[in-house]
């Protein structure tokens, strides 16, 4: 079965704080792809970054990094120095089909992490 | 840049009325899907369509819902008699063959049902 766990229902941290993000996944596909996206109060799902099974690099994008370990199942997002701009809630998601045998992709969200930046 | 819009942004409606909920996908795109996020959850997938059918459908997708594409630009989710619990956000996204792992979400639906 396909499950998507994000185990901190809460984090609040101050302003500058380097903080972590858990996400770990189940799938008993070898070919999928993990996201993570970013909803702000606004209510907007944003998307963050896309990883494909097959891929363990860390990824860096300025603040952002996320470290993909096959071994676990996880793949956690670290924002470093956070700012009160990344006050949100963080979905980790995972698709590990593609377009066939009439299945689709469908994304399995995990429930969410809320991230609180206090200034 | 190419984005997926909805309308409206919210709509409220009140119990047992039917509700038609409008997306716009990204014009080269062919694969479309709904989620719904009730208030303070994860979201959830509804249904995913391709080539005028539904491709896939979660236990979420009964009889209340059905979904169209019209006019080969619009795609719609309608629910046929409202109740209390379909409150909630309805994410519209939508996805082409060149990379079948990338969905583009809309901003949403707010459907409150009274």
């Known amino acids: 079965a396909q499950k998507v766990t994000q185990a901190q229902t809460e984090i609040s941290v101050v302003e500058k704080e380097d903080v972590t993000l858990d996400c770990v996944y189940e799938t008993r596909d070898t070919t999928y792809y993990l996201f993570w996206y970013k909803q702000p109060p606004s209510g907007e799902l944003v998307f963050l970054i896309r990883r494909n099974s097959f891929d363990e690099q860390n990824e860096i994008s300025g603040r952002y990094s996320w470290n993909f370990q096959k071994s676990t199942s996880s793949f956690n997002f670290t924002i470093t120095a956070s700012q009160v701009v990344d006050s949100a809630v963080y979905f980790c998601a995972l698709s590990d089909r593609a377009f066939y045998g009439g299945a689709t992709n469908k994304l399995i969200f995990g429930t969410g992490t809320l991230l609180a930046v206090q200034p | 840049e190419p984005e997926v819009t909805q309308t409206p942004s919210h709509q409220v409606t009140q119990m047992g009325q039917e509700v038609i909920l409008r997306c716009v996908p990204i014009s080269n795109h062919l694969y479309f899907y709904w989620y719904r996020q009730i208030l303070g959850q994860k979201v959830e997938f509804l249904v995913s369509?391709?080539?005028?059918?539904?491709?896939?459908k979660s236990e979420i997708f009964d009889d209340q819902f059905s979904v169209e594409r019209p006019d080969g630009s619009n795609f719609t989710l309608k629910i046929r008699s409202t109740k209390l619990e379909d409150s909630a956000m309805y994410f519209c996204?939508?996805?082409?063959?060149?990379?079948?792992?990338?969905?583009?979400f809309g901003p949403g639906t707010r459907l409150t049902v009274t």
């Open positions: 369509f391709y080539n005028n059918e539904i491709s896939e």
């Open positions: 996204a939508s996805g082409w063959r060149g990379d079948l792992y990338e969905q583009y």
